[in-house]
């Protein structure tokens, strides 16, 4: 994602869009982390024990 961003900023407002990529890219991915952090713990990625029992039989065979 970094890359992207340098040469937007680079683009968009030169020598300072590339000085401020590292930050705009470290707070892009800092909203990501949370977003997954919070849907993992709301139960959103929660599976069954009917479903991991499947998996692992799954995985035996």
Do not use: H, N, Q, Y
């Not at 407002?13 to 713990?41: D, H, K, N, P």
């Amino acid at each position: 994602m970094f890359i992207p961003v340098v040469f937007l900023g680079d683009l968009w407002f030169g020598l300072g869009g590339i000085i401020w990529a590292l930050t705009i890219t470290e707070v892009a991915l800092l909203l990501v982390g949370l977003v997954m952090c919070l849907a993992s713990r709301r139960g959103l990625a929660e599976g069954s024990p009917e479903r991991a029992e499947a998996a692992l039989e799954e995985a035996g065979e």
